[in-house]
């Protein structure tokens, strides 16, 4: 089992910066590719940056140049670095998580409202 918890969305300007964070806990071992997703409201839930276990990311073209994933294997946690943010980065961010034998895990997510 296991548990992603996501912190540190919030309210920020355009143009602004936040980060959030994914902290897993259980049986985190089991997880080797970790990311984010995001889902606006009335729209599907989107791939926006995943990073395999030795630090090796992806990046939705959109949020390219603006984003940037991380994860510290030590604190079993994944980050996301929001620089240069726009309204349309609006949604609720999910942490997800995979094991080597493609399970999935998914946080609860965290709001993050860019305002003009």
């Known amino acids: 089992q296991v548990q992603l918890v996501e912190s540190g969305g919030g309210l920020v300007q355009t143009g602004g910066s936040l980060r959030v964070s994914c902290a897993a806990s259980g049986r985190f071992f089991s997880i080797s590719a970790m990311g984010w997703y995001r889902q606006a409201p009335g729209k599907q839930r989107d791939l926006v940056a995943t990073?395999?276990?030795?630090?090796?990311?992806t990046y939705t073209d959109s949020v390219k140049g603006r984003f940037t994933i991380s994860r510290d294997n030590a604190k079993n946690t994944v980050y996301l670095q929001m620089n240069s943010l726009k309204p349309e980065d609006t949604a609720v961010y999910y942490c997800?998580?995979?094991?080597?034998?493609?399970?999935?895990?998914w946080g609860q997510g965290t709001q993050v409202t860019v305002s003009q």
């Open positions: 990073i395999t276990y030795g630090g090796i990311p």
């Open positions: 997800w998580g995979r094991s080597p034998f493609e399970d999935e895990y």
